[in-house]
């Protein structure tokens, strides 16, 4: 059992930057996919993105050029940077990490994003 907590949300301004960070309770190196989703009011959740134990990485076209998502294996942490925020990212993100075949499957409580003036 792993357990993910998700920190670095909060209120920022249209064209601002937040770095949010998930860190795990036990080693996340036998997982192959690792990424952060988000939900936004009356919205289902969608995946931002997502990094694979090769480094590969997937972006929702919506944040493609202005998130990037890495993974530290030494810190047990994976890591959401985005930059140029707009309204539209506003939502809950949750960090989730799980094996290739979909199980093992974790996930955090989730952080709130906030984009407005």
């Known amino acids: 059992q792993v357990q993910l907590v998700e920190s670095g949300g909060g209120l920022v301004q249209p064209g601002g930057s937040l770095r949010l960070s998930c860190a795990a309770s036990?080693?996340?190196?036998?997982?192959?996919?690792m990424g952060w989703y988000r939900q936004a009011p009356g919205k289902e959740r969608e995946s931002v993105a997502i990094?694979?134990?090769?480094?590969?990485?997937n972006y929702a076209a919506s944040v493609k050029g202005r998130f990037t998502v890495s993974r530290d294996y030494a810190k047990n942490t994976v890591v959401l940077k985005m930059n140029s925020l707009k309204p539209e990212d506003t939502g809950v993100y949750f960090c989730?990490?799980?094996?290739?075949?979909?199980?093992?499957?974790?996930w955090g409580q989730g952080t709130q994003v906030t984009v407005s003036s």
């Open positions: 036990g080693s996340i190196f036998s997982f192959n996919v």
């Open positions: 990094i694979t134990s090769s480094g590969t990485t």
């Open positions: 989730n990490v799980r094996g290739a075949t979909g199980w093992p499957d974790y």
